[in-house]
């Protein structure tokens, strides 16, 4: 029958099986002794043999004749196939890619990029040995808070600090240490769920501590909280809603009002305001994040956040409030759990230091990229498309009016307005050139609107311009040729 694939009859497969060649037979072909120069002999051998093994059960399953066999069997062919697979697996990963979709803090890409300083102490903490939990001066054990407490007493003064490895570990730590066994009273529409399946009910039963929520999911009052206090309460806690808001007819208590609450109760307020907000951004267009130390001054008793965030450094939680609770919170056993090494101390350190020298937005390229005007986003637009324009399919390129987003579970109604480099497909679709450039050498990650692939430089490092510049060609090329 027409369209049908034919069965290999069982006797062809057999005699197919005796003409595999031996692994000691290929191992002895030039081809692979390279091989096993450039990737080690164990994996050469492994390689070799897992593709000895798949053409062994293709042929048993009847899908390869004796002349595809031949083909496929032969040592160069086998050797080619391992060399490939080996590539694969050593290529370095992840990957650097150029950001071009204009989310400044993107989660899928690693949030924020580092800056100099930082990227070079994270390099330096990891070629030698350094002071981590040694104290030069007495000559004895010391602590690997003590690098970073410094600059965080300058940044929050008469405040205690502690660091652990990232927000979802600060806040575990926190509800552990400080509500265990206890209830811990929670507005509904605050019961959030961030990327990677992080849930507060499931922290907070993870912690110990027990949930219990008050209010609607759009309105919670003042009331609902005091009447949900009793003698099991161990704690208020409020969560920032990260990557969503609810809007229309909604009510939500503030912090002042809960810390007013929490006091008269004798009980701790905690804040998860997992962004890391350390500046006002305002100025900027952002009004629904909260620098950290305004909700100190409400009345918070402990705040946690994040590290890589809008704060712009490595991946790290940071709690911060009243130096009783947060001792309680270095005591507990989870806090050797979830410390941060010694690169994320290094390049925390560096970040910290550019706030306490005022010189966060000059320095933190995260804070830069909110900080670009349109028109600075603009005329490098513009210089991409003129330099572009002589080429083929140049003519397909324009700069046009859009909007850059923070991202990162942060600001999620926040839009900075930017200047996007919108590309037209040859066709009228630019789905074959967003495929080309992302998957590409190194990738290139834009957003297609409409037809249109658009290309935010906000979020492109200066120093990839020209990178980004050479494969839009190259893509640009390939379009109009397949048409």
């Not at 049908?4 to 030039?30: G, H, W």
């Not at 969560?239 to 939500?252: A, K, L, M, P, Q």
Request: a positive charge; hydrophobic letters at 40%.
């Amino acid at each position: 029958m027409r369209g049908t694939k034919r069965s290999i009859p069982e006797p062809d497969r057999r005699s197919s099986l005796a003409t595999l060649p031996a692994v000691s037979r290929v191992q002895s072909c030039a081809a692979y002794r390279k091989l096993q120069r450039d990737v080690g002999s164990g994996l050469a051998t492994d390689l070799l043999r897992e593709e000895i093994a798949r053409l062994r059960d293709e042929v048993t399953r009847g899908v390869l004749d004796r002349r595809s066999l031949r083909r496929a069997a032969a040592p160069a062919t086998l050797v080619a196939r391992a060399r490939d697979k080996a590539l694969s697996l050593l290529a370095p990963s992840p990957r650097l890619v150029i950001n071009a979709t204009g989310v400044i803090v993107h989660t899928n890409l690693g949030r924020s990029v580092l800056s100099e300083r930082a990227a070079e102490r994270v390099a330096e903490a990891s070629r030698a040995y350094m002071d981590l939990e040694y104290d030069l001066e007495r000559a004895r054990r010391g602590s690997r808070g003590s690098h970073l407490d410094p600059l965080l007493e300058r940044l929050f003064p008469d405040r205690a600090c502690a660091v652990f490895n990232n927000n979802a570990a600060a806040i575990l730590v926190a509800l552990r240490a400080l509500s265990r066994g206890r209830e811990v009273v929670v507005s509904r529409g605050e019961l959030v769920e961030i990327g990677g399946s992080f849930r507060i009910p499931e922290i907070l039963a993870a912690s110990g501590a027990r949930l219990r929520e008050v209010g609607t999911t759009n309105r919670t009052r003042i009331q609902d909280y005091e009447q949900a206090l009793g003698s099991r309460t161990g704690m208020l806690l409020k969560v920032h809603t990260s990557n969503f808001r609810i809007v229309g007819f909604t009510e939500e208590t503030p912090v002042a009002a809960l810390a007013g609450l929490a006091r008269k109760a004798g009980l701790p307020l905690v804040v998860d305001w997992g962004s890391g907000d350390l500046v006002d951004l305002a100025p900027l267009g952002i009004h629904d994040e909260i620098p950290v130390r305004r909700i100190l001054d409400d009345g918070a008793d402990l705040v946690t956040f994040s590290g890589d965030k809008l704060l712009g450094g490595p991946q790290a939680g940071i709690a911060v409030g009243r130096p009783e609770l947060v001792t309680r919170l270095k005591r507990d056993p989870l806090a050797r759990v979830c410390r941060v090494d010694r690169l994320q101390i290094a390049a925390l350190h560096e970040v910290l230091a550019a706030y306490v020298r005022g010189r966060a937005f000059e320095e933190i390229p995260t804070l830069r990229m909110l900080a670009l005007t349109p028109e600075e986003i603009g005329r490098r637009a513009e210089a991409l498309r003129s330099g572009l324009a002589r080429g083929r399919g140049g003519e397909r390129l324009q700069v046009v009016d859009g909007v850059s987003r923070t991202g990162g579970g942060s600001s999620p109604v926040g839009e900075r307005r930017t200047r996007l480099l919108a590309v037209e497909g040859a066709g009228g679709d630019a789905g074959e050139i967003e495929k080309a450039l992302r998957t590409g050498d190194p990738p290139v990650l834009g957003r297609v609107h409409e037809g249109k692939l658009l290309l935010d430089l906000r979020t492109v490092l200066p120093s990839q311009d020209r990178v980004l510049a050479a494969r839009l060609a190259a893509a640009l090329r390939e379009d109009a040729l397949r048409r």
